[in-house]
């Protein structure tokens, strides 16, 4: 059964940073694209970032320049370093597949960024 665990969340001022880091488990990482999804109270779930197995990257354009999406494969743990947040990137955020195609989700972390 794989496990997807994610971490790195809380509260931080407008302007600041936060590094998430997802822990996976059995083989998802090593077979799969990965991507960095958040979900805004009362918004569906979005994918944010997303990364190939071969390290190719992708970003939605309301994140580019200030998000980086990365994998270490040797330890199971994708990561995306945010910087520049801003109040509209309040959300939970999961990690899973790119594309979803039945992974169970995580539990997510939580991002708050304040004005």
């Known amino acids: 059964q794989v496990h997807l665990g994610e971490s790195g969340g809380g509260l931080v001022q407008a302007g600041g940073s936060l590094r998430l880091s997802c822990a996976t488990s059995g083989s998802i990482l090593s077979r799969n694209d990965m991507g960095w999804y958040r979900q805004a109270p009362g918004q569906q779930r979005e994918l944010v970032a997303a990364?190939?197995?071969?390290?190719?990257?992708k970003y939605t354009d309301s994140v580019k320049g200030r998000f980086t999406i990365s994998r270490d494969n040797a330890k199971n743990t994708v990561y995306l370093q945010m910087n520049s947040l801003k109040p509209e990137d309040t959300a939970v955020y999961y990690c899973?597949?790119?594309?979803?195609?039945?992974?169970?989700w995580g539990l997510g972390t939580q991002v708050t960024v304040s004005s």
């Open positions: 899973n597949t790119d594309p979803w195609y039945g992974v169970s």
């Open positions: 990364i190939t197995r071969g390290g190719s990257t």
